[in-house]
């Protein structure tokens, strides 16, 4: 092996024995089994127990029965008839070195300090198992492109912030999504359940279409302030029941019907101004109007009270002119039987 010359720590040289391969490829294999002649070159097309490789492709790996045994599969299937050819890189390019570190058992990677991993192409990680990954502190997930987090096979995916720092007794674990524009698509059932107060703040149009059954259950109070306006539509029947109290206090309103029912025991309207517009007549009441009318009613009543008194008393002097025609009848009746 040639001497060759390097760089020690601190920038200093150091010379000594170090292997030097002027060649496109060295390699270190150790076969998956040696056999009885751990030096026997038979060994070579057999699956690795290890190999470590730089420059272009091996022997090792030109003389291979299964490279599936070298390479990992999203190579074999990206490259098919070319794996071996593009191992270190399309072979359209002219030379390129490559790196091959392949086992059959576990690979164990490690650094004291920081660890750098790059690729200016694509980066494929693979694994036919659970992949973990753990921090220690914080995890940064960033891309100039499309971020897509897809679980096949019906499985789930969780989001879950839990042991959060306490504040007042109380650990707070935040979940924050941010986005100029977001889509949810649920094919199936969604469901959503909180355990403490909700806040919802929208400065902007909100829309919503439903086709479906819309049911709630609010087991306390239910507030709503609007500071702009409101549009309802409802193209199907809509029903609503309240087993308690309702208060209602509206500025304006103004409510269209084609058709409307009431039915109750009680109802009572308290109003300064009210204009019905019944069989096409306008009628318009105010207070005052209506004080005015039940006066004149009043008076009216009065009015007709007296009459049906005078009439009485009319009737009274009518029985009393009766009952002295009667007593003077039975008078000439006395002195008929008198002289008879």
């Excluded at 191992?87 to 059959?104: E, F, K, Q, T, V």
Aim: charged content about 20%; aromatic content about 8%.
């Amino acid at each position: 092996m040639p001497i060759t010359q390097s760089q020690g720590s601190g920038g200093k040289p150091v010379t000594g024995q170090k292997s030097s391969i002027q060649d496109g490829s060295a390699h270190l294999f150790v076969p998956y089994n040696a056999g009885r002649s751990r030096t026997s070159s038979a060994d070579d097309s057999r699956a690795p127990g290890a190999i470590l490789r730089l420059g272009g492709y091996s022997s090792v790996e030109a003389a291979a029965t299964d490279l599936s045994a070298f390479y990992p599969e999203h190579h074999m299937d990206s490259e098919g008839a070319n794996a071996l050819a593009n191992a270190s890189g399309p072979s359209s390019g002219g030379y390129r070195g490559g790196i091959l570190l392949s086992c059959d058992g576990r690979m164990l990677l490690r650094a004291g300090e920081k660890f750098f991993l790059q690729s200016k192409a694509g980066m494929n990680i693979d694994t036919q198992s659970t992949l973990d990954i753990t921090a220690d502190k914080a995890i940064k997930v960033e891309s100039q492109s499309t971020i897509t987090i897809r679980s096949k096979n019906a499985s789930q995916i969780l989001i879950e912030a839990l042991g959060g720092t306490a504040t007042d007794g109380v650990k707070e674990a935040l979940v924050t999504i941010k986005a100029n524009k977001a889509t949810k698509n649920i094919d199936g059932k969604d469901y959503e359940y909180i355990v403490d107060d909700k806040y919802t703040y929208t400065d902007a149009n909100t829309y919503s279409i439903k086709y479906g059954n819309d049911t709630k259950f609010t087991n306390g109070i239910s507030d709503s302030i609007y500071f702009g306006g409101t549009t309802s539509v409802f193209l199907g029947g809509a029903f609503s029941y309240t087993l308690s109290v309702a208060l209602s206090i509206k500025t304006v309103d103004v409510v269209i019907y084609l058709a409307k029912s009431d039915i109750g025991l009680y109802k009572m309207d308290i109003v300064q101004w009210k204009t019905e517009l019944k069989s096409g007549s306008l009628t318009c009441d105010a207070i005052g109007v209506k004080m005015e009318n039940v006066r004149s009613a009043l008076n009216a009543i009065e009015a007709k009270t007296g009459a049906i008194t005078a009439i009485s008393n009319g009737i009274d002097s009518v029985k009393g002119g009766i009952k002295s025609g009667l007593e003077g009848l039975a008078s000439y009746t006395n002195g008929l039987t008198s002289y008879i």
